[in-house]
């Protein structure tokens, strides 16, 4: 099955820095990446994916890279506000063809004002 | 939509009860997750259904754990008899067919006594 290690556990960082994550994947048949952000006492919510065609795709101040040949990917965020504060999930597909989904720890991000 | 609808949303019960928790996913979806949700282990999926039959259940921890679907609109989770041990948050998600994307409840904070 699918391993996701991801990096760091916590990360703080100043009001308008950037926040990058990091995630490793094991299964290099997996195609599909995913970004999730989990506000407290709430379920988690996807902010932007990405699938193995491409390198790069940004949604405004979120950004996902990809980097195939050696099996990681990073989230990040640009002009980091306090309520991008919250856990970030990494995700990879839990086999070849799979829908179900292998989650990374989590990364608590706290934006300082 | 109302999105993924979970109940209750905190239970409290004393080891050896039973438990059963409740989700509806959103209209028209036709895969349903369940996961739990810990800090030693974080995101853990439990069982997977697709058009209300179950796919994988290699995530259920113990056959204390079971799971139905009899329609398309509801999913339970039941524990008999429950333990300290399954303390956690539960979340239900449910994605389109086909569809890698989770749309997660807001999930059931359990707590065994």
């Known amino acids: 099955g699918e391993n996701v290690e991801q990096h760091p556990s916590t990360l703080s960082v100043q009001e308008g820095d950037s926040a990058v994550i990091k995630c490793t994947y094991s299964d290099s048949a997996s195609n599909y990446f995913p970004w999730y952000k989990q506000e407290l006492g709430k379920g988690p919510q996807l902010i932007i994916d990405?699938?193995?065609?491409?390198g790069e795709k940004k949604d405004q101040r979120i950004a996902v890279t990809l980097n195939k040949t050696a099996k990681h990917f990073s989230l990040h965020i640009t002009e980091t506000q306090p309520e991008d504060s919250a856990v970030y999930f990494c995700a990879a597909p839990s086999g070849a063809g799979s829908y179900q989904l292998t989650f990374g720890k989590g990364t608590k991000l706290s934006v300082i004002p | 939509d109302a999105g993924v609808i979970q109940s209750p949303r905190h239970e409290v019960t004393e080891m050896g009860q039973e438990v059963t928790l409740r989700c509806k996913p959103i209209s028209g979806h036709n895969s349903l997750f369940w996961y739990r949700q810990t800090m030693m282990r974080g995101l853990e999926l439990l069982i997977y259904?697709?058009?209300?039959?179950?796919?994988?259940d290699s995530g259920m921890p113990e056959d204390r754990f079971s799971a139905k679907m009899p329609n398309a609109s509801f999913s339970t989770l039941k524990i008999q008899p429950s333990e300290p041990r399954d303390s956690a948050v539960y979340f239900c998600?449910?994605?389109?067919?086909?569809?890698?994307?989770?749309?997660f409840g807001s999930g059931t904070q359990l707590s065994v006594l």
């Open positions: 990405i699938r193995s065609n491409v």
């Open positions: 259904f697709n058009n209300n039959v179950p796919i994988d």
């Open positions: 998600a449910s994605s389109q067919r086909l569809s890698e994307k989770l749309f």
